[in-house]
């Protein structure tokens, strides 16, 4: 599951968060003011690779989330 980087569209806060690639997230609150509908962030540092590490990492602590 990727990790992206969300922009508060009213107060800047940036906050990441773990996300379906089909997820919605407008409905995502600002951690700091509560305002929906985030700006997402394009996240240079993390890779595809790094992203799929993580996927089978989540996959043998928890595999029942994966049928
Ligand atoms: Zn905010």
Redesign the pocket.
Known sequence: MPIYEFE?C??K?VYEQLMKVDERYDVLE?P????KKPKKLATAFRTHAWSTFLDNMEKKISPHKFK
């Open positions: 508060c009213k107060c806060t600002c700091s003011c509560g305002a």
